[in-house]
């Protein structure tokens, strides 16, 4: 079997969610034993070192400035004729040959729409349908997104398959202080903090976030609130202004990571709606206590290891923030549960799922 891949989104220096889980599940599916041809299509040339050396697969770079997937990548397809072409993100070719696999990582777009520039948004809409339609197997990370796709798209539930993703393996929590206090240093972090990661979009709820933290007091006893990432559409920097203890570090390095979680109290993510949401599994992953929301896929990534609270309701927030910071014992539970529940999401048991998806259509 011939395997067409669009590993467009994997040369990206700074990778977000998407990016990542593109790299992720592509070096897992090369590490499997298989017999099959993989060939990966490229917009720019792959850094050295991106996959093993080891690895079987064919690089091929295929360069275009615009419409790479309709255009350039889809007449490497008519080309090369693969017997699957498989997507790790929303968009398929418009027309290709042969059956293809995509991966819909969430409707966010379509269930807050102004948290997106209005071209983009459109895109998306009209891409993951579409996508979606054509595909004969679409993946999804989570049972919330497989229920959103067949709700407001229609689409077959039988051809819509749930591969949770996994975490990165080297994620460990940090004991070493010479790191702890590297990483401190680098982004001026005070002794004692909450974390939350993630794009500063309005979906993201940080207003929430920070009404709640002022209204918890914990201010008051020395912990700080560090939001760590990039600003995005439609960020405000009214959402934390007047409010003592907030800092804003901005994107984060991934070699950083590790010891920003080990370093935190705890991670707050009361986002409002997420396909899946990588921060919290990360952090469980390094020994760090979770506080997250009730909603979309969240408590299915969570279970019982994380405190789960309306992400509408800021004085339950504020509770949960408390809570967090005062009752130690509460927090060396969840830091056990967590560390339970994070081991069950493996990139080994993702790309083995994916495989299997794309042998399905394969044969379809």
Known sequence: MRIAVDASRVTLARRTGTERYALAVLRALLALDTPYEFTLY????????????????????????????????????????PDVTFVPAHTLPLVFPGPGVVTVHDLGYHFFPEAHPPWPRRYLEWSTLRSAQRAAVVLVDSQATRDDLTRVYGIDPAKVQVVYPGVDESLARVTDPDELGRVRAKYSLPTEYLLFLGTLQPRKNIARLAQAYAESGVYRQGVGLVLAGAPGWLHNPAWIEGIPGIRQIGYVDDGDVAALYSGALALVFPSLYEGFGFPVLEAMRCGTPVITSSTSSLPELAGDAALKVNPLNVSSLADAIRWVVDDGALCARMVEMGYAQAARFTWKSAAQAVLAALERAAAS
């Open 42 to 81: 490229f917009r720019d040339a792959p850094p050295p070192g991106l996959f093993s050396n080891g690895s079987c697969a064919r690089l091929r770079v295929v360069r275009f400035p615009r419409l790479w997937t309709h255009v350039r990548f889809a007449a490497a397809l008519w080309s090369d004729r």
